[in-house]
C-alpha cells in the first residue's frame, strides 16, 4: 500500500528570458511569466504545527508531494504549486531518480 493519495497537481514554473545585452553570456531574468506544468504526484501531510508570529499565533503546514516532471523540468524553492483549491510554496526540491521529484511545500492559503 502507498503511503501517499494520487492527486492532480499544477506546478506554476517561473519562465526565464535572456537579459539583451548582458555581459555574461546566457544570462537570464526569471519569473518575467509563468508556465503551468499539469502532472500527478503523490501528497502527504508532514507536519502541522502552530508558530509565533509578529500578529499572534498561525498555522504551518508541510507537505511532500512526489512525482514525476519532464526532463527539462529543475523545480526550485519558491515556485508556486496548486494541488486541488490548495496553493502550495516549495521548500525543498530534491531529485529523486529518473524524472522523479520529491518536493516539501508549505500551504500557503
Not at 500500500?1 to 514554473?13: F, L
Not at 498555522?59 to 494541488?83: A, F, K, S
Amino acid at each position: 500500500m502507498v503511503p501517499y493519495r494520487g492527486v492532480e497537481t499544477k506546478i506554476h514554473e517561473p519562465v526565464a528570458q535572456p537579459v539583451p545585452g548582458s555581459p555574461v553570456p546566457g544570462e537570464r531574468t526569471a519569473r518575467d511569466g509563468v508556465r503551468v506544468l499539469e502532472c500527478w504526484g503523490y501528497l502527504r501531510l508532514l507536519k502541522a504545527k502552530l508558530e509565533d508570529t509578529p500578529l499572534g499565533q498561525g498555522g504551518r503546514q508541510i507537505h511532500r508531494w512526489r512525482g514525476q516532471l519532464p526532463d527539462e523540468v529543475e523545480p526550485q524553492p519558491g515556485w508556486t504549486v496548486e494541488i486541488g483549491e490548495q496553493r502550495y510554496q516549495v521548500l525543498v526540491a530534491v531529485w529523486m531518480f529518473g524524472r522523479t521529484w520529491r518536493l516539501d511545500l508549505e500551504r500557503t492559503e
